[in-house]
């Protein structure tokens, strides 16, 4: 294990990539899209590693969820490690629960055609592959409406 990546080393590469580029995806699918309806930056505080008790929104979060040591029988395969964690966005709204579904969707959308662009995470890991993509109720909070979505994510790295 010397000398691997740990997976919360992993996972501030995947929220370093998204504040870098996750702002301009953005303005590119409110053009896209051209119905009025926009996505907000999420401030660079608001990125986390771990689920939030008492979250603040909009914010993204990637959390570790766990590691593949590399396969032993295969000698080329054997510095590999792959990391599993869920890339999660959370937005709220004052009013329209229509909007605001359309928005959370679009900004998984974003996370997912950011990572995709950049898939060694700026030369940093091997390789990342985005997965299933779900979404969450709509909750009440006390002064709007929120939800969140998720996506699985699988980051290979070598030491």
């Known amino acids: 294990m010397a ?6 080393w992993v996972a501030d590469q995947v929220n370093t990539t998204l504040k870098a580029y996750l702002t301009a995806k953005f303005l590119v699918l409110d053009t896209e899209y051209a119905d009025g309806i926009t996505l907000t930056p999420i401030p660079t505080a608001h990125y986390f590693i771990a689920e939030q008790v008492r979250p603040v929104y909009p914010l993204v979060m990637v959390i570790p969820d766990g590691t593949d040591p590399g396969d032993e029988s295969n000698d080329s395969n054997y510095e590999l490690e792959r990391h ?3 890339v999660a966005i959370g937005l ?3 009013a329209g629960e229509d909007a605001l579904k359309r928005r959370v969707v679009r900004a998984l959308r974003a996370i997912m055609e950011v990572l995709e ?4 995470l ?3 890991v091997v390789h990342t592959v985005c997965g299933r993509r779900e ?4 909750f009440l909070g006390e ?7 998720q996506m699985r994510l699988l980051v290979t790295t070598m030491p």
Request: aromatic share 6%; hydrophobic share 30%.
């Open 117 to 120: 662009a950049y898939p060694t």
């Open 143 to 149: 002064r709007s409406i929120g939800q969140e979505a």
């Open 122 to 124: 700026g030369d940093t």
């Open 84 to 86: 599993s964690l869920t």
């Open 135 to 138: 979404y969450g109720a709509l």
């Open 92 to 94: 709220t709204a004052n």
């Open 3 to 8: 000398g691997k990546k740990d997976i919360a």
